[in-house]
């Protein structure tokens, strides 16, 4: 039977129905082995066609969200194991800043290079890599149009064309960047490493979480700055009471906070959370540079707000980059200010002088195509059912007593393992069976986490996967 133009179901009206649906099962509004509405009646509800309604039912059934039962309909399907307890809240006190060590992150970071393990340790989505023939079909066209481009430098702050993308995809989430905001960088790390540059001296502190991406903290040391360390928590983001505390009792020379979906813990700070954070900075004079970098990989319907939406000051640097989502060799990423703008291109022609023009070019091409969002789709759907797989075989493998974040974005799993458990040991153990995971010490310069490993969800669930999940578990429990 032929599919009539009127019932082709519309791919974001589906992901709507699916939410609707969705949040009623969470909110326990239907119950497991409930029957939900008939699609004739969710068609009539939602004001789609039944084919819309079919292929939201048939996306939840694969999710394990709902199952279908012959001649009866479609029913929320019981759930398997209870997932695991959140882990536990980090003591909010404020601390003296702090040196970061080099201890153990020199070992994982070789780890993370390594092309023999099962990388459970690199935060990287292998769902993005889907958008590579594309992309190569375009750096072919790209370069046939213009061959001459590897020979032609683009001097900061970067290609207009590109910058510009920038800053409309950033305007739809609450940012009204201009092109002139946005200096082009080799990815969040240099867009991070700048804006740190143009604020602070070295003996400077500057405000982190905790626990927080390594390679803030790695930053941190290579330039002699202290860190004071505020807790992160899976389940509620950043504690701003002690941000509150922190920012009135220690000089600061700026704040480096993530700015959605936490790395390693996954925590998303409320939208009221980062307006109270932005305006407490902002009373004290304290500059925040956001790194905004995994805001796009977020689960459920909303891509959550930047920092910089609630500013009106220029107070705030955003950063993020191309890496996660769509190619992380391609080391496209970018800063946005409407401050700091000249000391990020003075600070950016001093060290990298530039960024690849091919690679601007090609992005360029590849925004203005109307690629991205359809991908990301894709990327955040495979990120979402293989952290439920991960959370799933966590929980079925590892000691009792383990705890876990369950992350409504981003790529990372922040496992806690029981007391007594030292994670860095088991990083050693994993690695002699060929699998990769991050030491959870290495989030923090406070020495804390020991018992704690941050695992990527971003591989393919495979049975090789499977398999190193459980071998983990089992080395865990020794
Ligand atoms: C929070 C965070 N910021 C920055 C980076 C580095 O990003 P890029 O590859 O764009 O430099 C990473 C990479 O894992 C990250 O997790």
């Excluded at 690199?122 to 790209?142: C, H, K, P, Q, Y």
Aim: one cysteine or more; a positive charge; proline letters at 6%.
């Amino acid at each position: 039977m032929g599919i009539q133009a009127d019932s082709v179901p519309n791919s974001l009206e589906y992901e709507r129905v699916a939410g609707i649906i969705e949040r009623q099962i969470d909110t326990g509004a239907f119950r497991a082995a409930e029957r939900v509405p008939s699609l004739r009646s969710m068609s009539r509800h939602a004001g789609v066609s039944i084919g819309t309604v079919v292929q939201a039912y048939l996306h939840l059934e694969q999710r394990g969200l709902l199952e279908a039962r012959p001649r009866s309909g479609y029913f929320v399907a019981k759930r398997g194991a209870q997932p695991l307890a959140l882990p536990t809240p980090r003591k909010a006190e404020t601390r003296a800043p702090r040196g970061v060590s080099r201890e153990v992150v020199d070992t994982v970071i070789e780890s993370f290079g390594r092309t023999d393990l099962v990388a459970l340790g690199s935060a990287i989505a292998a769902s993005a890599s889907r958008i590579n023939g594309r992309l190569n079909g375009l750096t072919r066209r790209t370069l046939r149009d213009v061959p001459s481009l590897p020979n032609v430098f683009s001097s900061p702050p970067g290609l207009a064309e590109l910058r510009g993308e920038v800053a409309k995809r950033m305007a739809l989430c609450g940012l009204p960047a201009r092109a002139d905001d946005v200096v082009i960088t080799n990815g969040t790390m240099e867009a991070l490493s700048l804006s740190l540059r143009a604020l602070c001296e070295p003996g400077d502190a500057v405000l982190v979480e905790s626990p927080t991406y390594f390679g803030i903290l790695q930053l941190a040391e290579h330039m002699r700055l202290k860190v004071v360390e505020v807790p992160n928590h899976p389940g509620s983001g950043i504690d701003v009471d002690a941000l509150e505390r922190a920012v009135r009792s220690t000089p600061l020379a700026a704040a480096v906070l993530q700015s959605s979906f936490n790395n390693p813990t996954g925590g998303l700070t409320p939208d009221a959370a980062k307006r109270r954070i932005v305006a407490a900075l902002a009373k004290h004079g304290v500059p925040l540079i956001e790194d905004d970098i995994y805001s796009d990989l977020h689960f459920g319907r909303e891509r959550p707000t930047p920092f910089a939406a609630f500013d009106d000051s220029g107070n705030v640097i955003t950063c993020g980059s191309m890496s996660k989502s769509i190619a992380i060799g391609y080391r496209i990423g970018w800063a946005i200010s409407t401050r700091y703008t000249e000391a990020l291109i003075r600070g950016k022609f001093c060290t990298t002088v530039g960024c690849p023009t091919l690679q601007q070019h090609v992005a360029t091409r590849y925004f203005r195509a109307g690629l991205h969002d359809r991908h990301l789709r894709h990327v955040r759907n495979h990120l979402r059912d293989n952290c439920e797989r991960f959370a799933a075989a966590i929980a079925a493998s590892f000691p009792s007593g383990t705890r876990a974040s369950h992350p409504a974005g981003g790529v990372v799993l922040w496992v806690e393992l029981p007391k007594g458990v030292d994670g860095t040991a088991l990083f050693h153990a994993a690695l002699e069976q060929g699998i990769g995971i991050a030491p959870g010490l290495i989030f923090s310069a406070t020495g804390e986490y020991r018992n704690f490993i941050r695992m990527s969800a971003g591989m393919e669930w495979t049975p090789a996967v499977a398999k190193a999940v459980a071998l983990l578990g089992r080395l865990a429990g020794k």
